[in-house]
């Protein structure tokens, strides 16, 4: 059980996360720190927090772990602000969706306090953001990958998954780098592509033809071209080189394909086709068993 | 009232067809013929046919209309062989995804029968294939895209706009080349950049750790990739110079953004990823309204 649990950032996390460890009986007191007033306000109107702090020193003094569920882009000036008021006991982790820039402005900004900061990811989301969209269960069964430091104590990591495990989250750990090769394929990569497509679209002189047409194959493959464009410009580029490799790797995929199409090579076009099929129909398989 | 439909091929579309017209009273008989004998039999089970057509002249005799619900592979030999035996008041039509080459295949396999065949594309679908998914309400609210051709009576046209309305479709017109193009771009194209993804990312080394950190937006943004291999092999190379120019310029715009984020250019990335989502909120609203 934690004593005192800080937010920075009371939104979509941040709030799931306070309302998750309440509903477990698992925090005591859950003070919340916040750029907008108005977002303080709504989140303890909704019990996400029991109290506004109102420096930053208020908001870190006793805490046992201090969740950084703000923009991202605000990392470094957060940790760079509550750096001189860091207790020895107290841990400090965070929800950005990249790790090795994360890691970089951590150290840059917690200096010899570096190893009280064990890097941490969520894996999950829904379409709306704020206090009002905080579940109480937002991260049943979901991943959390941490990707702890040369420097954390065994200790401190413990306490950041211990959290989470009480989230009902399921704890992986990875190297920041291995994070960032992963999710550039897997989700920052496909977001590119997304926006690259409907905004491809949407330039056309004849697009409202082609939308008027545009049917749910179509809004599947798009969903994610829905998320913040300011969040997703932040996250390519934090994870530039990353991302840049896996865009090559694909611009190369869509050069083979393109040879085998206008060859009329439909053998070659079955073999790609085929082993997507196949290699989506056993990642499904495999998620649902694990969900099972 | 349709005295007599003729599907040749019973699942999911043709069986869809037949069930919707049945349940609006629209149609006294229909007659199915498959090369699948297991299809036919279960296809009569389920209520979807009255009889089983033993050859191409019963299944065609007195029909007056004829739907075409077999894979679009098939469409030139299947018009070749009820050619001989089409009475001049039956109607033809047919269910494929791309139209000039159905269109060009008409012609060659029906000669100056022409006039009797609409060319049509219903946009609907499910997950599942065959008799058994078929449903009696798969076109409700949906479009149907009909590209008359010059040798096309307005009776001709207005047989198959009436059996689609009568199934709740709404009827759109378009040329064969228009629809193709729109399709090549909201369609096609993506089916092929989601197929290219997960072959990608499944010939990887390390494809398992990838694939064990997809989440939701890589489940939507590949769900078009589970569709059928040889379905989309034939698509893509049926619309092939469409789908190559849409390739190509989606392959200029994803140069375009390789050349922002290698600079370092968040405002060109944020300028392509807003454009998109306003462009996706807004299309997302304009189908929620047209739901309405």
Redesign the interface.
């Known amino acids: 059980v934690f004593n005192k649990v800080a937010l920075f950032g009371v939104g979509l996390i941040g709030g799931s996360f306070a309302l998750t460890l309440k509903k477990a009986g698992a925090v005591a007191r859950v003070v919340g720190f916040d750029r907008s007033g108005a977002s303080l306000a709504r989140a303890r109107e909704l019990g996400i927090i029991d109290s506004i702090a109102v420096t930053v020193a208020d908001a870190v003094r006793d805490a046992d772990l201090v969740l950084l569920a703000a923009p991202v882009a605000q990392t470094e000036s957060i940790l760079a602000s509550l750096a001189p008021h860091l207790q020895a006991s107290t841990v400090v982790t965070d929800c950005g969706s990249t790790k090795a820039d994360v890691v970089a402005a951590a150290r840059r900004a917690l200096g010899e306090k570096i190893g009280q900061f064990v890097p941490g990811h969520p894996?999950a989301?829904r379409e709306s953001n704020g206090p009002d969209a905080a579940i109480d269960h937002l991260f049943g069964g979901k991943?959390v990958?941490l990707t702890p430091l040369a420097e954390n104590s065994a200790q401190a990591v413990d306490c950041v998954a211990s959290a989470w495990t009480q989230c009902g989250a399921i704890i992986?750990k990875l190297s920041a780098e291995?994070h960032d090769l992963?999710?550039a394929?897997?989700?920052h990569?496909?977001?590119?592509?997304?926006?690259?497509?409907?905004?491809?679209?949407?330039?056309?002189p004849h697009?409202d033809?082609?939308?008027q047409?545009?049917?749910?194959?179509?809004?599947?493959?798009?969903?994610?071209?829905?998320?913040?464009?300011?969040m997703?410009?932040?996250i390519?580029?934090a994870n530039?080189t990353a991302?840049?490799d896996e865009?090559?790797?694909?611009?190369v995929?869509?050069?083979r394909?393109?040879v085998s199409?206008?060859a009329?090579d439909?053998p070659a076009?079955?073999a790609?086709?085929?082993?997507?099929?196949k290699?989506?129909?056993d990642?499904?398989r495999?998620i649902e068993a694990s969900e099972r």
């Open positions: 894996i989301g991943k990958v992986h291995q992963v999710f394929a897997v989700s990569l496909p977001h590119l592509l997304a926006y690259a497509l409907v905004d491809d679209i949407a330039n056309k697009a033809l082609l939308f047409y545009a049917a749910s194959g179509f809004r599947d493959f798009t969903r994610i071209a829905g998320s913040s464009p300011e997703w410009r932040d390519s580029l530039r991302l840049l865009l090559d790797a694909y611009m995929q869509l050069g394909l393109r199409l206008a009329g439909g076009l079955e790609v086709y085929a082993n997507a099929q290699a989506r129909h990642w499904i495999t």
